[in-house]
DNA sequence: CGATATGTTGAGGCGGGTCAAACAGAGTGG
DNA sequence: CCACTCTGTTTGACCCGCCTCAACATATCG
């Protein structure tokens, strides 16, 4: 389950170097990295880290989708992201590395980079391509849970189901057929849904030409439902 | 209602140098950004920049409150973060000054220290306190971020306003008393509540030993609260 | 002391959470 | 190839929380 094929692959480097994250880095950085980064292959189900755990390092996802939530008291579990390849996350600690603030589980099987915390740091100190990646990293993510927030607090559930179509949709199109890359399960958590306000906003959107079979999403008219 | 006194006073560039995001600063990033930092004076209610407009700057409050905010097509506004005294705001776009992906209101009368973000990057690339209090920034922004998001699913309106008021609590006290520095207003929004479901909050809470007068709000028993 | 903002309270409605049951696929093993 | 099972999705019924609108109360400020 965990198979800590501790240094890299050669397709692992390559998918961890496209890396948007990684892309815009220096040779030199960029090959320290690749080189101390911790491959990690977990199965289904599993847990990368819990919330409230020490935290001395952050992840860069390179296949699969990961769940990342908070629990409350009572148990019940909330998403508030979804991670696909490509994607950094618990990149907040870098500046300080305290606890996670957050639990992260596997969706379904993937492959992770286990990134250091201190040497990323010590990096930056010296090298600007990396301090420079972070703050765009950083940046996007915060502009990105803003929208989430404001998303959840402005928009009904069809709404949000639509705007998450419409985010995916050739940007000018007539008709157009989305393939969801994941459970409708991890997408209501997404959206901030429970599974069954999902299913029922997507039947709600079929008066609006929306018509879903399996992970197929056909849209008959992109313009109309960008109306509602 | 919008004095430019272009220049910082002593009083202001104080007020700015004792900042969070300031005081990690060199010596000479400190009197660069002092230097050129504009110093604005707000009447209240005066909106400081509006979503969609163009960003070659973010700001850093120095006195009063700022109200961050986004606008749904119907022209409902929707708050998701209340700004005080020393916060930074809309540095998301230092790394790539787009658009402001919302608008910024004075909530009251403001005093606000403008800084461009060319400026800022420039400095970043060079001098790594600078990038390092971006980063800083950027991060506990977007767990804060992240915070009200999780509560927002999680909790319902009086275990918010619980929450708000054991953020502010002396840590280990039988009872206490707050002084909200701003509108219940503010708060309601802040809380992503409406002002009634706000009120009907503290009236949830007064059997809990809550009780509000004005702005000032006792809490009989710290603990008991923290149950909720 | 009136005049205008800000807070509170009540009634009603809608959105979405929860629980339970029916249903659909994807494996799995006979 | 067909049950059987496990898991994910859909549907219905019900309920609770919060938004809305409207009326009233209380501050705040001229």
Redesign the interface.
């Known amino acids: 389950m965990l198979d800590k094929s501790n240094k890299a692959t050669a397709r692992s480097r390559s998918l961890l170097a496209k890396t948007a994250f990684m892309r815009s880095l220096s040779q030199s950085a960029l090959s320290v990295l690749l080189d101390s980064a911790q491959i990690i292959s977990l199965g289904a189900r599993s847990t990368i880290f819990r919330e409230g755990e020490n935290a001395p390092a952050f992840y860069c996802l390179l296949t699969g989708y990961v769940r990342l939530y908070?629990m409350?008291k009572d148990g019940?579990q909330?998403d508030?992201?979804i991670c696909g390849p490509g994607d950094v996350f618990a990149?907040?600690?870098?500046?300080?590395d305290a606890r996670y603030?957050?639990s992260a589980q596997a969706a379904e099987t993937v492959c992770v980079a286990r990134i250091d915390c201190r040497e990323v740091r010590q990096l930056?100190?010296?090298d600007?391509t990396v301090?420079?990646a972070?703050?765009?990293t950083?940046?996007e993510?915060?502009?990105a849970?803003?929208?989430?927030?404001?998303n959840?607090?402005?928009?009904t559930a069809p709404q949000r189901v639509a705007d998450y179509l419409l985010d995916r949709c050739p940007v000018d199109a007539g008709s157009a057929s989305i393939r969801l890359p994941f459970q409708k399960n991890l997408l209501a958590g997404m959206l901030?849904l429970a599974p069954e306000a999902l299913s029922r906003a997507f039947s709600a959107l079929r008066s609006a030409g929306v018509s879903v079979r399996g992970r197929v999403i056909q849209i008959s008219d992109v313009k109309a439902l960008r109306e509602i």
């Open positions: 908070r409350g019940r909330v508030f992201r990149e907040c600690l870098v500046s300080q603030p957050y930056a100190e010296r600007a301090s420079t972070l703050i765009t950083l940046s993510h915060l502009k849970t803003t929208e989430v927030l404001v959840d607090r402005l928009h901030g």
